[in-house]
């Protein structure tokens, strides 16, 4: 069992930075592929990006693609997403989700899920 804690979301102006931090507890996130999903309302929750576990080989959504990117601690058990850049189109409550699934990008996949923190981004 994990448990995951988000934190570091808030308002920002379009072009600003934010780091997403997740604190994992309970197991090692060495032994899990971790995943950053984002979802606005009325929507589906999507995929933002991922970090596999052992390689720590990288996936990210087209739409973040050159300006978000994801890292692990593992000293830390603690994951990472870097955001630059924000567009507007970037407001939604970020999740964070851990899976024993190789590079796994779809919600479905994914076992163990934080409590999600908002992120704003106004023009």
């Known amino acids: 069992q994990v448990q995951l804690v988000e934190s570091g979301g808030g308002l920002v102006q379009a072009g600003d930075s934010l780091r997403l931090s997740c604190a994992a507890s309970g197991r090692s996130i060495s032994d899990y592929t971790m995943g950053w999903f984002r979802q606005t309302p009325g929507k589906e929750r999507s995929f933002v990006a991922s970090i596999a576990w052992m390689t720590s080989s990288t996936n990210y959504a087209d739409s973040v693609k050159g300006r978000f990117s994801i890292s692990r601690d593992n000293a830390k058990n603690t994951v990472y997403l870097q955001m630059n850049s924000l567009k507007p189109e970037d407001t939604a409550v970020y999740y964070c989700?851990?899976?024993?699934?190789?590079?796994?990008?779809?919600?479905?996949?994914?076992?163990?899920w934080g409590q999600g923190t908002q992120v704003t981004v106004s023009s």
């Open positions: 989700a851990a899976t024993p699934a190789y590079g796994a990008i779809r919600a479905t996949s994914y076992n163990y």
